[in-house]
C-alpha cells in the first residue's frame, strides 16, 4: 500500500506551531521536503523596528549587507557593512534589501524566538537573521547548503521555490551574491505576518518584498564535510611531537629522474596511521578514480595526486612570478624550431608520478598530465631543449609551466 506524500501546506493548531507534533515534522519533514506553516506564530509582533535594524547595520562589529536590484538590465549590486547612516538615504526607493546576521545575539527579545525551536539541539542553531526590503527587495534566486525557517515579520513576501530533486543548481557569472542561473518555481505563496516557511539544505527559492517587509531567518549550523575534516586534522595534528616525520630507512638508490615510486607512496600511507586506504593494485590494474564518502577510506590515487602536490610546493611562501609576456604558441614553435632552451625555476620544485603509460607531473604543486618522456627530462634536467619534445601535450604544457612563472625561454644566441 502506497503512503501518501505529506501536504507541503499547513495551518497551525494551539499548542503546535508547526500544525503537527514535533516528532511528525522531524520523521516527514526535516531535511526531506518544504513546509510553510500558516499562522505559526499566531498574533505575531514585530520585535525590532527597521529603525533600530538599520542602526544595528551601522555597528562595527555586526554582520551587515546591502543587495540591490536593478531590474531593467538584472544587475545586482552588494555592499557590506557597517555602515554609516548617510549610506540609506542613498538607496533607491525600491528593490533593496538590508541583511543583518547574529540578531539574536544583540537582541534579548529576537533571542527570544528561539525558544520555538527547542525541539531542535540547540547545538544545531545558528542565528536569526533578519533582513528588511522595500518593494521588490529581493537577495535573487539562490540556494542554502543548511536548513532555515523564514518567519515571516512586518509586511508580506511572495516566496517562490522549486523542490524537484533535478532542479537546476548552476550559479550566474555575473553577480558577486550566489545566484542561480536558472530558477523555475514549482510553487508559490505570499506570506503573512506569523506564517513560516521551513526549506531543507539544497532546495531553490526565492524571496520578493510586497511593500516594505521584514523576514527572520533562523538558520541551522550545518559545517561542511571538508570543514569537519579540516579542523579535524588541526586538532590532530597539534598532539604529534616534531619528531614524528616521513621516514625512509629502507631507501634504495634513487634514479635521479625525479619519480615518486610505489615504495614512497607505501611509506606516505604508515606516515598516516588514522586513515584507511584503498589498497595500491598492482600495474597494469585500472587505478580506482573515488574516494569512498563516509567510509573513512581514501583511493590510492587521490593519495598519490595529494602527496605529489604536498611535496612539490615550497615550504616556504616563495612563488614563481609569472613573466610579463607569455609567448603564444606560434612564438613557441618558432623557439623550438631554432632550439632553443627552457629552464626550471629555483623555486619550482618538482616530481612525477606514472599513470599507466603515462605520468602526472607535480610542478610547485599544480598537476599536468604528460608523457613519461616529459616527466623524466623534467625530473632529471633543470634545462631542456624544446628540440627533445616532441609530444604536442608535451608541448602544451611547457608553455602553460612557462605562463606561469615555473620555466624561462632561453633563447638560442646566433652564431
Known amino acids: 500500500m502506497a503512503t501518501s506524500t505529506p501536504p507541503i501546506e499547513v495551518r497551525a493548531r494551539a499548542g503546535q506551531p508547526l500544525g503537527m507534533p514535533s516528532a511528525h515534522f522531524l520523521r516527514d519533514y526535516w531535511q526531506k521536503r518544504p513546509l510553510l506553516v500558516?499562522?505559526?506564530?499566531?498574533?505575531?509582533?514585530?520585535?525590532?523596528?527597521?529603525?533600530?535594524?538599520?542602526?544595528?547595520?551601522?555597528?562595527?562589529?555586526?554582520?551587515?549587507?546591502?543587495?540591490?536590484?536593478?531590474?531593467?538590465?538584472?544587475?545586482?549590486?552588494?555592499?557590506?557593512?557597517?555602515?554609516?547612516?548617510?549610506d540609506f538615504a542613498t538607496l533607491p526607493k525600491t528593490h533593496w534589501t538590508l541583511l543583518v546576521q547574529d540578531v539574536d545575539k544583540w537582541d534579548a527579545d529576537v533571542a527570544a524566538l528561539l525558544a520555538h525551536f527547542r525541539?531542535?539541539?540547540?547545538?544545531?542553531?545558528?542565528?536569526?537573521?533578519?533582513?528588511?526590503?522595500?518593494?521588490?527587495?529581493?537577495?535573487?534566486?539562490?540556494?542554502?547548503?543548511?536548513?532555515?525557517?523564514?518567519?515571516?515579520?512586518?509586511?508580506?513576501?511572495?516566496?517562490?521555490?522549486?523542490?524537484?530533486?533535478?532542479?537546476?543548481?548552476?550559479?550566474?557569472?555575473?553577480?558577486?551574491?550566489?545566484?542561480?542561473?536558472?530558477?523555475?518555481?514549482?510553487?508559490?505563496?505570499?506570506?503573512?505576518?506569523?506564517?513560516?516557511?521551513?526549506?531543507?539544505?539544497?532546495?531553490?527559492?526565492?524571496?520578493?518584498?510586497?511593500?516594505?517587509?521584514?523576514?527572520?531567518?533562523?538558520?541551522?549550523?550545518?559545517?561542511?564535510?571538508?570543514?569537519?575534516?579540516?579542523?579535524?586534522?588541526?586538532?590532530?595534528?597539534?598532539?604529534?611531537?616534531?619528531?614524528?616525520?616521513?621516514?625512509d630507512a629502507d631507501l634504495a638508490p634513487a634514479k635521479g629522474d625525479g619519480e615518486i615510486d610505489e615504495a614512497a607512496i607505501a611509506r606516505v600511507m604508515r606516515a598516516l596511521p588514522w586513515l584507511r586506504f584503498d589498497a595500491l593494485e598492482s600495474k597494469g590494474e585500472k587505478r580506482e578514480r573515488s574516494h569512498h564518502g563516509g567510509s573513512g577510506?581514501?583511493?590510492?590515487?587521490?593519495?598519490?595526486?595529494?602527496?605529489?602536490?604536498?611535496?612539490?610546493?615550497?615550504?616556504?611562501?616563495?612563488?614563481?612570478?609569472?613573466?610579463?609576456?607569455?609567448?603564444?604558441?606560434?612564438?613557441?614553435?618558432?623557439?623550438?624550431?631554432?632550439?632553443?632552451?627552457?629552464?626550471?625555476n629555483p623555486w619550482s620544485r618538482a616530481a612525477w608520478l606514472r599513470e599507466g603509460r603515462g605520468a602526472t607531473l607535480f610542478v610547485a604543486g599544480d598537476a599536468h598530465a604528460c608523457s613519461l618522456a616529459l616527466a623524466t627530462l623534467v625530473g632529471t634536467h633543470d634545462e631542456i631543449a624544446l628540440a627533445n619534445v616532441r609530444d604536442a601535450r608535451d608541448l602544451a604544457v611547457l608553455r602553460q609551466l612557462v605562463a606561469a612563472g615555473h620555466f624561462t625561454v632561453l633563447r638560442t644566441r646566433k652564431a
Not at 525590532?48 to 538590465?73: T, W
Not at 604536498?310 to 618558432?334: G, H, K, L, N
Request: aromatic share 10%; hydrophobic share 40%; net charge negative.
Open 119 to 247: 525541539f531542535l539541539p540547540s547545538w544545531r542553531v545558528d542565528d536569526v537573521m533578519i533582513s528588511y526590503a522595500e518593494d521588490g527587495g529581493s537577495v535573487g534566486a539562490h540556494v542554502d547548503q543548511y536548513d532555515v525557517f523564514l518567519l515571516q515579520g512586518l509586511g508580506r513576501r511572495r516566496w517562490q521555490i522549486d523542490d524537484r530533486a533535478d532542479a537546476p543548481k548552476a550559479f550566474r557569472d555575473d553577480a558577486e551574491l550566489k545566484l542561480l542561473r536558472a530558477f523555475s518555481p514549482t510553487h508559490e505563496w505570499t506570506l503573512e505576518p506569523g506564517d513560516m516557511l521551513y526549506l531543507p539544505p539544497g532546495v531553490p527559492h526565492h524571496g520578493v518584498a510586497v511593500g516594505a517587509c521584514m523576514t527572520y531567518s533562523i538558520g541551522m549550523r550545518a559545517p561542511s564535510q571538508a570543514e569537519l575534516l579540516v579542523d579535524l586534522a588541526e586538532t590532530l595534528a597539534e598532539t604529534l611531537p616534531e619528531e614524528l616525520r616521513l621516514s
Open 297 to 344: 577510506e581514501v583511493s590510492s590515487s587521490m593519495l598519490r595526486t595529494w602527496f605529489g602536490r604536498f611535496i612539490t610546493r615550497y615550504r616556504s611562501a616563495q612563488f614563481a612570478a609569472p613573466p610579463p609576456r607569455v609567448p603564444s604558441e606560434a612564438a613557441f614553435a618558432q623557439a623550438r624550431e631554432r632550439g632553443d632552451r627552457v629552464r626550471r
Open 38 to 86: 500558516r499562522g505559526a506564530f499566531a498574533d505575531f509582533r514585530n520585535p525590532v523596528a527597521p529603525d533600530d535594524l538599520a542602526g544595528l547595520a551601522c555597528e562595527e562589529l555586526a554582520l551587515s549587507r546591502i543587495a540591490i536590484h536593478e531590474p531593467k538590465r538584472d544587475r545586482w549590486t552588494l555592499r557590506t557593512g557597517p555602515f554609516a547612516e548617510g
